[in-house]
């Protein structure tokens, strides 16, 4: 097979329903549903390249090469790439080494996880370089393989991951488009720390939490609750259960063996500030991912004066925002022919970090190098 390579971008997304805990780890089907919103502006952009060069025998994981950000990288992330390499190649049928060169628009401070627009940006591109023409579903499917959060970053707007019966109907579909519902994403960052414990290992310890069983099997009501939320546009009936299934995630999270405490002291000064001006009429509500950072979702009218409140709190380093974001999508294809225009709204992010206006211009500037073409 000549050398074959294609471009993609995915944006990453905020789970309101979350994804905690697999019944099947290699499969990473999930233990219960989920429903996230993409973050437009905020993406991977990563270009796959099948070499001519086959890899033998065992030896795809020192072949394949994987370079983020500008930074080749070797040992376990490589590895983890490698194996959903893998799954590409045997669909595929092809034997081929890839080379695989990724960027995220957005900062790796910024406390919004990349594995989710990583993998879904991989699983465009990979198999669109090898010639596959996979469904939106098939390519859920198969970015879940890499990241479970990731198969949600594959259709627009606002998403539902059905848990599934097995590996055929595990898959995300878009329940409303981006223009739905302009709501926005203010990432409170209050640390920058990388996470002690990454999500990988965090879902294998969800069922030594005694109350996982509970939290999964009051999934399918929060899951109601939160699309019928969305698609009535009823900020009050969303956030109640945004911010309810959150505190289920945390509480599992803290009474696992070990626990894992993910929370700084000011992401609890923020959870209620966040009460208190939804309470004084602010439409804004709060939800946690595997870190201390808090996102803050509100509508998009809103977002400037929230993010400027976010950033005059104790403890905030910067904050980041971004709108409701479009599907993944392949860019380029080795004919150079465009196949499909950006769908991640890059203009739809901004940061509003107090008295780093030079550091809002350089992600501005960075994010305006990105979404033009190649
Ligand atoms: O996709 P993973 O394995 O990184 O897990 C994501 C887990 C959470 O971000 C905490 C929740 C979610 O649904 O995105």
């Known amino acids: 097979m000549p050398d074959r390579s294609a471009t993609a971008i995915a ?27 993409n973050l437009g502006g905020l993406f991977t952009r990563t270009r796959v390249t099948w070499a001519e060069l086959r890899v033998t025998s065992n030896e795809s994981q020192e072949q394949d ?3 983020i950000n500008n930074k080749p990288i070797t040992g376990a992330g490589l590895s983890r790439v490698s194996t959903f390499l893998d799954e590409v190649r045997r669909m595929a049928g ?8 990724s960027e995220n628009n957005f900062p790796s401070s910024a406390g919004i996880a990349s594995s989710a627009s990583a993998f879904a940006a991989l699983a465009l591109a990979a ?24 198969c949600r970053s594959i259709p627009g707007g606002f998403v539902e991951w059905q848990a599934g019966t097995g590996d055929a109907d595990s898959y995300a579909v878009s329940i ?30 969800a069922a030594t939490s005694p109350l996982q069983a509970a939290r999964v099997a009051d999934a399918p009501r929060r899951l109601d609750l ?17 911010e ?5 995630m945390h509480t599992v999270m803290m009474t696992s063996n070990p626990p894992l405490f993910y929370w700084q002291p000011a992401t609890l000064t923020i959870m209620q500030a966040v009460r208190e001006w939804r309470a004084s009429g602010l439409p804004v509500c709060y939800t946690i991912d595997a870190g201390p950072n808090v996102h803050v979702i509100t509508e998009a009218a809103e977002a400037e004066r929230v993010a400027a409140l976010l950033a005059n709190m104790p403890g905030v380093q910067k904050v ?16 150079t022919k465009r196949v499909t225009v950006q769908a991640c709204h890059p203009e739809g992010a901004f940061c509003a970090t107090e008295g780093s206006q030079g550091q809002s211009e350089e992600i501005l500037r960075r994010w305006k190098n990105t979404s033009g073409s190649e």
């Open 320 to 335: 980041l925002a971004a709108q409701v974001g479009g599907a993944g999508a392949v860019q380029f294809l080795p004919s």
């Open 244 to 248: 309810l299934d959150s505190n289920l």
């Open 176 to 205: 409303a488009p981006p223009e739905h519902w302009p709501l926005a994403d203010c990432v409170a960052v209050v640390s920058h720390a990388h996470k002690a414990t990454g999500s990988t290992e965090g879902h294998a310890l």
């Open 65 to 67: 090469s994987l370079v």
């Open 11 to 37: 944006c990453a997304n905020i789970a309101f329903i979350k994804y905690w805990g697999n019944r099947d780890a290699r499969l990473r089907l999930p233990s219960n549903g989920s429903i996230s919103m």
């Open 127 to 150: 198999s669109a370089a090898a010639g596959l023409e996979l469904s939106q579903a098939e390519l859920s499917r198969l970015a879940r393989r890499g990241s479970g959060s990731a």
């Open 226 to 242: 939160c699309r019928r939320a969305i698609l009535s546009r009823d900020f009050e009936a969303f956030a109640g259960i945004a």
């Open 94 to 101: 092809i034997k081929s080494r890839a080379e695989v060169v």
